[in-house]
């Protein structure tokens, strides 16, 4: 892949479109306490949809998004079964597991395996400062919070 900044600093919108699916399997690889930080901070409660709707934003199953030809069969495969988990554990009579006091539940800690197997198909072992380290890896142009 070439430079992902143009000359005009701004950075290729595929390259932004995998930073933010990357940012968003972090969030879900978070242990639990920082994942309810993470919601009360930005004012999202206890309703833990937040962290599955960034991944939402970035991979729907079955689309073929522009940016995907960045990603290996591999990758999407990965995270086609993380997306497979959370929308088990968003079946019916299962709403109770979307409130951030379920973030220790089996369903949950199987969410955060999946996840992290799914950062380690991009080159990344999980650890609790990876997404800081992402994000300060970055170009300059692409800012997100920390």
Same mark, same amino acid.
């Given at each position: 892949?070439? *430079? %992902?900044?143009?000359?005009? *600093?701004?950075?290729? %919108?595929?390259? +932004?479109?995998?930073?933010?699916?990357?940012? #968003?399997?972090?969030?879900?690889?978070?242990?639990?306490?920082?994942?309810? *930080?993470?919601? =009360?901070?930005?004012?999202?409660?206890?309703? !833990?949809?937040?962290?599955?709707?960034? $991944?939402?934003?970035?991979?729907? %199953? +079955?689309? @073929?998004?522009?940016?995907? @030809? !960045? =990603?290996?069969?591999?990758? !999407?495969? #990965?995270? +086609?079964? =993380?997306?497979?988990? =959370?929308?088990?554990?968003?079946? #019916? +009579?299962?709403?109770?597991?979307?409130?951030?006091?379920?973030? *220790?539940?089996?369903?949950?800690?199987?969410?955060?395996?999946?996840?992290?197997?799914?950062?380690?198909?991009?080159?990344?072992?999980?650890?609790?400062?990876?997404?800081?380290?992402?994000?300060?890896?970055?170009?300059?142009?692409?800012?997100?919070? $920390?």
């Amino acid at each position: 892949m070439s *430079n %992902p900044e143009s000359e005009s *600093n701004q950075i290729d %919108p595929d390259v +932004g479109a995998l930073y933010q699916l990357q940012d #968003a399997l972090c969030h879900l690889a978070e242990e639990a306490d920082a994942q309810r *930080n993470y919601l =009360l901070r930005y004012g999202y409660g206890d309703c !833990l949809d937040e962290l599955a709707l960034q $991944l939402g934003a970035w991979y729907e %199953p +079955g689309e @073929k998004w522009e940016f995907h @030809k !960045l =990603l290996t069969i591999e990758q !999407l495969g #990965a995270v +086609g079964t =993380l997306d497979v988990q =959370l929308a088990q554990i968003s079946e #019916a +009579g299962l709403s109770h597991l979307w409130w951030s006091e379920t973030l *220790n539940e089996p369903a949950w800690m199987e969410v955060r395996l999946l996840d992290r197997e799914a950062l380690h198909t991009f080159g990344f072992e999980w650890h609790p400062g990876l997404r800081r380290e992402l994000m300060e890896r970055r170009p300059s142009s692409w800012c997100h919070d $920390l």
